[in-house]
Nanobody
Framework: QVQLVESGGGLVQAGGSLRLSCAAA????????MSWYRQAPGKERVFVAT????????SYADSVKGRFTISRDNAKNTLYLQMNSLKPEETAIYYC???????WGTGTKVTVSS
């Protein structure tokens, strides 16, 4: 049984920052690559960032490169997404995903005001 629980969303002004967390209840969290996705109102869910099992390899959507940082703490079974210089169009529900088993969290809402 796998459970992913996101937190850290909220309301922030444009240009502000938030750090999202994803707590994973799963055996051997350190064995899985993880990702963040987001879904804006009325739009499809899209990829944001991914990180490999050890944390030494990351990849980002072009739209967030240089502003977002994905990281993980395997000792705490937690995935993070540091988001800086947020834009109103990044208002969305943010989801974490355990890639190989295709498990998803229930999401955390981020609202960026202009």
């Amino acid at each position: 049984q796998v459970q992913l629980v996101e937190s850290g969303g909220g309301l922030v002004q444009a240009g502000g920052s938030l750090r999202l967390s994803c707590a994973a209840a799963v055996r051997t969290f350190s064995g899985y690559n993880m990702s963040w996705y987001r879904q804006a109102p009325g739009k499809e869910r899209v990829f944001v960032a991914t990180i490999n099992w050890s944390g030494d390899s990351t990849s980002y959507a072009d739209s967030v490169k240089g502003r977002f940082t994905i990281s993980r703490d395997n000792a705490k079974n937690t995935l993070y997404l540091q988001m800086n210089s947020l834009k109103p169009e990044e208002t969305a529900i943010y989801y974490c995903r355990l890639n190989s088993l295709d498990y998803w969290g229930t999401g955390t809402k981020v609202t960026v005001s202009s």
